[in-house]
């Protein structure tokens, strides 16, 4: 059996990890830091958006992969698989833009809690992915 939506939003995930990740060493070598975010926004910003999606993506990819293979709704997949992908580019996106962008941020996470869950804005003015 093949799980064609949960294979294409584990690519984009990875890509979107190794994405981050780049991101994050970026700051990192411009920053000389090895360990730790010096107090830096930009660091910080990067190394939690990385994170976050670490921490998301993969209970995601494995719930979608069941689902599919439990013969779920195809098109109800690729909805909420697009949703996400959607969201997480936006909240990743959101995280590297300066503070007073970051209802952009927001907006990105509501469109993946929609269903009554709150949308959280970030506390202090300060990327809290």
Sequence with gaps: MTLPVTAFVGAVCALLLLFTAMLTVRQR?????????????????????????AEHAPI??????????????????????????????????????????????SRGRSGWRRPGLPCWRSAGGRCRC
């Design 60 to 105: 995601v990819v494995i719930l979608l992969g069941l689902l599919e293979t439990a013969r779920a709704n195809h098109m109800a997949l690729m909805v909420i698989g697009a949703l996400f992908l959607i969201g997480r580019v936006a909240i990743s996106r959101g995280c590297m833009l300066r503070s007073s962008l970051a209802s952009r941020r």
């Design 29 to 53: 070598l411009r920053l000389k830091a090895a360990f730790g975010d010096h107090g830096d926004a930009k660091l910080i910003a990067a190394s939690r958006s990385h994170g976050n999606l």
